[in-house]
């Protein structure tokens, strides 16, 4: 299984007990998948953190893949094996809009 | 020689930012005009901005880093402050800041003025980047918005709303002052406003007092403060019942009043998707809502769905509001049930339901009514039912974001022609309904987080309605957090400009709050009655020494509506920042660097100013602020229109579309009329409140409005006789401006900005004399003096007070000892602040005496 580089920011690092890690997932795991088994992986508090409801990510929650922004369904894995960075933060107080 | 030169920039002494040119001659500033050139002013300026001067050359500046040497803090203490370099103060602020940054984020509480909007992006980066969620506006928002900001954002994705000036015929403003005061699009909106009521516009104003807005109108509604959702009910029941009245096909389409409820209140919904159900009267079955060419839905009837009896929501409210009747709304609001009737016919007939208007050849639909709310009905424990009950009044006849009818500032936008930047436009969310395409508070209106157990100062978890709780600043702050087991304690305060003494309530009780915290460092221009707190103080560029990318963004809260034209302005400096001054964006990006967050402020940045392809900041790399600055506006605008482009022409503008402003025909999402998703909140809310002690009124969480009493309703002792409230005083801003000597000249020359406004027939029954100095106390004890002014023009029950003043700090030597601190009079605490949104009460019931 690929390996990621996984960044934690803001208080996404607190409630997880740390800032960075290495991880192993499918190579097709999307970010939804990796932010659910984040999720698992680090408890209630973070879980909430991530999810607004069961299932639906918060809207002010973002990812970047090798630091570009990332979709909930954009694989999270590096084609060829090369391990990608991943980066999750949370941004409150955000103004939306995506063009 | 002499050096001449005219400079575009952005008025800074409230948030409506209108641009500005400013006169610079051999260097120093002679003079403030608007900009005809940006849409934002369209060459006006107000009394305050063209008074910036003299905050620029204020003898009382901040000019070096301040350190305190007294412990002991107080109201009216001395700090005892000694200078100190800019590496000393920030070595200490470091080192306050990597203590609690290691230890537990959530113990950095962040404060922030919303007089200079300028600071906003800034200090959320940083709060962001930081790793902390105790952040809010010194009282903004408990006081301004909790409630009208969020039902602006349900129903016009938008943070607030206007006439549609242009072709509005009547206008109902409950506790709004729009285009006639200060604010929001302050100088745009009065001379569209003025226009407006010259064109033949009715304004009919619904307030305590007939000051800015009421003083222009065609009618003053007198009405005892908090009591708006009654007199709004009361007009849906006469629209609803009495009249017959409503846009059937607007309310099919673009709202859930069709939606099937259950006996239990929650939607009928598909079995196989969990989508709501709806009637469709030509099928003779339930159907989807989102279900394509969808037949004549209906909105009234029973009908057999699923095994349960269900009916459209809007039969539900149809029905709900008949109990509200214009006698039961006299009783409350003190508004005639003459009058109430009187109103609602107009509303309704002069929507002129089922009219069109062509506008650049396309058919829309036309309803030249609009309902407008803001401070007067929010400002209240009950101001989401408030604001809610009035907005139905738009949505009932099909008033909301069509031509004539109930703007939204700017809820879409599709961008400049040349990049289709910036863009953003609402789109459907869960259950079809509207989610904003931008915003500006912690989290999106809908859809709600789910609440939970809160860990935040604010309690705001629990509460999800809410932008800020009272617990930031209250009596009893210390309780609740124990209640619910906050496991940590803020330990270091970073403010930009809020003078939170004067801002949130009484001041004995945001003092002691104050004191509680360890460490306090504030970016002040001046010093002021917060500063007295502070252990570390740091020199402020002013608004007219510093630069801003953004001044007016998000165009959702500062620009203005209708058509006409897009305007992205900068700010600039117009002259160096003197003495040891510094712009505080460019001070949060050292004290990152210093902290080692810069990976996280540069992510946050990214996504919070929407820097795109080259303009994206690398995660490592530190920037200046200029060059963040110069890369938002080369992602919006092209590479050819950086900072430098920007400075030399002060603005760009281009034309707004028909699609941006009247978007409601355009696309295709619905609103709510019937709240469904309180139930689900408050059966999830409930248990964690009950279970940590809190009582709970389930009354609050019902999803169709009612009027709720404020604390002040429910005063048995009858010698506390009249109702205090306070006003926005158009020459004023918070409590920023009392110190600019021109502004105090015309408060002093006005009759009511530093007095206490009282019924003259009242006084006179009193014994009170115009002019006369008298205390106003509440039942709680809580005392101000001033001197009161008779006037015809407040309601006989009612005191007005103006503004923000009542300072008493010795460094304020313009403002010390003027006017009337209302604030003082409320109380900050859990009783006071809203079980739905923590809105805090500022109406108080008071007893007048020489």
Partial sequence: MPEIRLKLMGPLARLAGERETRLCVDETATVRDLLTLLAARYGPEFAGAIFRAPGE????????????????????????GAAASVAVLVVPGFEGGRR | MTTDGWIPSTCGLCYGTCSIRAHRVDGVLVKIEGNPESAIGRGRLCGKGVSGIMTLYDPNRVNVPLRRTNPVKGKGVDPGFEEISWDEALDEVTARLRKVHDEDPRKLFVQRTTTNTSIRAPMLMFAAAFGTPNSWAAGGGLHCGNGAHLIGGLYHASWSLVPDFRHCRLAIYFGASKGHGAGHVACTNMQDAADARARGMRLVVVDPMANFASAKANEWVPIRPGTDAALALAMLDVILNDLGVWDAEYLARKTNAPYLVGPDGGYVRDAETGKPLVWDTARGHAVRYDTPDGGALALEGAYEVAGVRARPAFALLREHVRQFTPEWAERISSVPAASIRRLAREFATEAMIGSTVVLDGKRLPYRPVAAIYFRGAQGHRNSVYNCFAIELLN???????????????????YGHPETGKPWYEPKAGPDGLMVTGTWVAPHLPYPIPEPKHPTTMSLGGLFPLGMFGTTMASRDQEELWTQFGLPYRPEVMLNYGANSLLSVGNSDTVAETLRRIPFIVSFDITLTEFSEFADVVLPDASYLEAFDSRPNVPFIFNHPAGLGEWSWPVRQPVVPPAGQRRMAAEVLLELVDRLGIREEFNAVANTHLKLDGPHRLEFATPYPYAEI???????????????????EHGVISWPKRVEEVYWRAFLDVRVPVYWEFLIGLNRKAKPIATAHGLDWDDAWYDPLPRWMPCPSHEVADGAFDLWGFYYRDTLHTNSFTNENPWLDEASRLDPFSYTIALNAATGRRKGLRDGQEVTLESPHGRRVRGRVHLTETVHPECVGIGGCAGHWARTLPIARGKGVMFNDLLEVDWAHGSPVNLNLDTCVKLRVAP
Avoid at chain 1, 63 to 70: N, P, R, Y
Avoid at chain 2, 396 to 411: K, Q, S
Avoid at chain 2, 629 to 647: T, V
């Fill in chain 1, 57 to 80: 990510v918060h809207t002010h929650l973002r990812a970047f893949l090798d630091e570009h922004d990332a979709e909930l369904d954009d694989r999270v894995a590096r084609a060829g």
């Fill in chain 2, 629 to 647: 600055c110069d890369r938002e506006l080369k992602s919006h605008f092209g590479a050819a229109r950086g900072l430098a482009w920007f400075k």
């Fill in chain 2, 395 to 413: 949505q009932v006849v099909g008033a909301a974001d069509v031509v004539g009818g109930a703007l939204g500032f700017n809820p879409v936008c």
